[in-house]
């Protein structure tokens, strides 16, 4: 039973990355939980509740990745160093989602917000600030 357990986890994880549209060539994580994740894909919950799906580097989220949240925001795009970076998108449990670019965790460059209502803030942010359409 454990056997067909531990292959069905498998099966789910594989089928979660393939569905991220990534061409992934990476190695599978060690599972062990404080096993090292030098340049591998994986699957993590972190102690805060935090799920993370994708691409580590040197023990970090690096690399195309999936991070939710308990409270249910969601954010589907690149990874630096464990931050957003690159590009992504983030879904908020209000109805509000951004994409677009990012830096330092927060939205950097390029991208739109579009609020619960419609109304979308399409131009240049910086710092998390939109500046300009």
């Not at 030098?38 to 991070?67: M, P, V, W």
């Not at 970076?85 to 879904?91: C, D, I, L, R």
Request: charged content about 25%.
């Amino acid at each position: 039973m454990a056997k067909l357990v531990g292959k069905m986890a498998a099966v789910a994880i594989t089928l979660l990355i393939l569905d991220m549209g990534q061409a992934v060539a990476l190695t599978k994580c060690p599972v062990a939980l404080i096993a090292y994740r030098a340049h591998c894909q994986g699957f993590l919950i972190l102690n805060d509740g935090r799920k993370y799906l994708g691409e580590f580097k040197s023990n970090e989220f690096d690399g195309k990745g999936t991070l939710t949240w308990p409270d249910g925001r969601k954010y589907v795009g690149d990874f630096v160093q464990g931050k957003h970076a690159g590009q992504g998108t983030m879904t908020f449990p209000d109805g509000k989602e951004y994409i677009g670019a990012w830096r330092n965790n927060k939205t950097h460059g390029k991208g739109i917000l579009t609020m619960p209502d419609g109304t979308k803030h399409d131009g240049v942010w910086k710092d998390d600030k939109f500046l300009h359409p």
